[in-house]
């Protein structure tokens, strides 16, 4: 069975960094279209960085210029570099495939305070 690990997360204060790992266990990575998520409180979830098998990377506009999503499939992994945060970026963060979906991993919470 697939599962999706994300870990990274954290207090961090304004203009901080973070580097957030989702790890993809039972299956391989490489064919992929991989996706960060996130959800704070009240809201839906919203798309914030996607990045294609072959590399080609897209974000979503709060977040342009600050994150970089990249992968390392013999790791099965996908990471999200977070720059410059600010406490909108304050939500839990999950990571998954363009649906259909697997199951949900349980996200990494980030949050930004002073």
Do not use: H
């Not at 954290?10 to 203009?15: A, K, R």
């Not at 580097?19 to 279209?33: D, E, F, H």
């Amino acid at each position: 069975q697939v599962q999706l690990v994300e870990s990274g997360g954290g207090l961090v204060q304004p203009g901080g960094s973070l580097r957030l790992s989702c790890v993809v266990s039972g299956r391989i990575l490489s064919v992929y279209t991989m996706n960060w998520y996130r959800q704070a409180p009240g809201k839906q979830r919203e798309l914030v960085a996607t990045i294609t098998s072959g590399g080609t990377t897209n974000y979503g506009d709060p977040v342009k210029g600050r994150f970089t999503i990249s992968r390392d499939n013999a790791k099965n992994t996908v990471y999200l570099q977070m720059n410059s945060l600010n406490p909108e970026d304050t939500a839990v963060y999950y990571c998954n495939k363009n649906f259909p979906w697997y199951s949900w991993g349980q996200g990494t919470q980030v949050t930004v305070s002073s």
